[in-house]
């Protein structure tokens, strides 16, 4: 049987009973997760989750996937000259009053605060 390596990335505390339930079983960590999606993908599509498109139906959801099609049919070198020049041109608009204006997102508040700590003036 031809096997394929892949790396997924799992909560601790999944991967934790992935690897007590090994222990039990007397089996590798791989076994255990493969037992699992064949049990999974066994399961009648009733039963099963209810999928959903990551694009909405209404029209900004549909504007957004025929933006990536169009983005995803260009080169990786076409797409850099692109997001290159939209930087340049970012950075050559001046702002009609006061200073620059940045905004930057974070994951969580720890990520917030740590960037707080490091750019204090």
Do not use: C
């Amino acid at each position: 049987m031809p096997f394929a390596r892949i790396a997924i990335t799992l909560p601790k505390d999944v991967l934790s009973a992935t690897d007590r339930r090994a222990r039990e079983l007397d089996r590798s960590r791989s076994r255990v997760i493969v037992d699992a999606l064949r049990a999974y993908l066994a399961t009648p599509s009733a039963v099963r989750e209810e999928t959903r498109p990551a694009y909405g139906p209404d029209p900004f959801g549909i504007a957004r996937r025929q933006q990536l099609e169009r983005d995803l049919a260009t080169s990786p070198a076409e797409r850099l000259r692109h997001s290159e020049e939209a930087a340049r041109l970012a950075r050559n608009r001046r702002p009609k009053r006061g200073g620059r204006q940045q905004v930057i997102g974070f994951d969580s508040y720890e990520d917030f605060y740590e960037w707080k700590k490091a750019n204090r003036a």
